[in-house]
């Protein structure tokens, strides 16, 4: 079956940058973008954006832009996400999702467990 | 940009009853929206998709329909696992969520 299977929990400082893996069994990798959403405490779900991982080509929501970085390692079949310049508010859960589907047909299926990130000084 | 919201913001039923869940899209997404579950330190799971396909595995009592701006969700009769919040997904705008729990 298709399983996504994240890091683990991170602690950080302010200002500093979290890198998050994604490795993923049961489909090939090539075939499907890689979304990644997180979730702050108590809060809803927030895109943050998309890899290709057959070209390596991205898309990130503009809120992100400039602070984060989405790539993948097809030799291990794994995604990653890197947030820098980190603030108390990125405190939050963050997942990757497998997209399926275009246009009406899109979701995301399976999602990861998640990994906690905390920003704390 | 399009806003995806959603009421009522909770929603107390008891089981065995029917829950209905709205969704609206500030503008027309004709039938691109998708249903997701979310427990309690869990990850969202895919319920709907297409606004009326049921995901692999969602039991029959999960319903989605409409299209346009107006959306539903509908649990025939909850059972005690589907207590949870529930989100709607235009391509990458979510809904605020429904909290379904026990009246």
């Known amino acids: 079956q298709v399983q996504l299977v994240q890091s683990g929990a991170e602690v950080k400082k302010p200002g500093a940058s979290v890198k998050v893996s994604c490795k993923t069994s049961?489909?090939?990798?090539?075939?499907?973008?890689m979304h990644w959403v997180r979730q702050a405490p108590g809060q809803g779900l927030e895109w943050m954006g998309w890899?290709?991982?057959?070209?390596?080509?991205?898309n990130y929501a503009q809120k992100f832009q400039g602070r984060v970085t989405m790539t993948r390692d097809t030799s291990i079949s794994t995604a990653y996400m890197e947030l820098r310049s980190l603030r108390s508010d990125d405190t939050a859960v963050y997942y990757c999702?497998?997209?399926?589907?275009?246009?009406?047909?899109?979701?995301?299926?399976?999602w990861g467990l998640g990994t906690l990130a905390t920003v704390s000084s | 940009e399009i806003v995806m919201t959603q009421s009522p913001a909770t929603l107390s039923v008891s089981p065995g009853e029917r829950a209905t869940l709205s969704c609206r899209a500030s503008?027309?997404?004709?039938?691109?929206l998708a249903w997701y579950q979310q427990k309690p330190g869990q990850a969202p799971r895919l319920l709907i998709y297409?606004?009326?396909t049921r995901a692999t595995g969602i039991p029959a009592r999960f319903s989605g329909s409409g299209s346009g701006t107006e959306f539903t969700l509908t649990i025939s009769s909850l059972q005690s696992e589907d207590f949870a919040v529930y989100y709607c997904?235009?391509?990458?705008?979510f809904g605020p969520g429904t909290k379904v729990d026990i009246k």
């Open positions: 999702a497998r997209g399926t589907g275009t246009g009406q047909w899109l979701r995301f299926d399976p």
């Open positions: 297409g606004a009326s």
């Open positions: 890899i290709n991982p057959n070209s390596g080509g991205t």
């Open positions: 503008q027309s997404v004709s039938s691109n």
């Open positions: 997904q235009h391509q990458f705008t």
């Open positions: 049961g489909y090939t990798f090539i075939d499907n973008y």
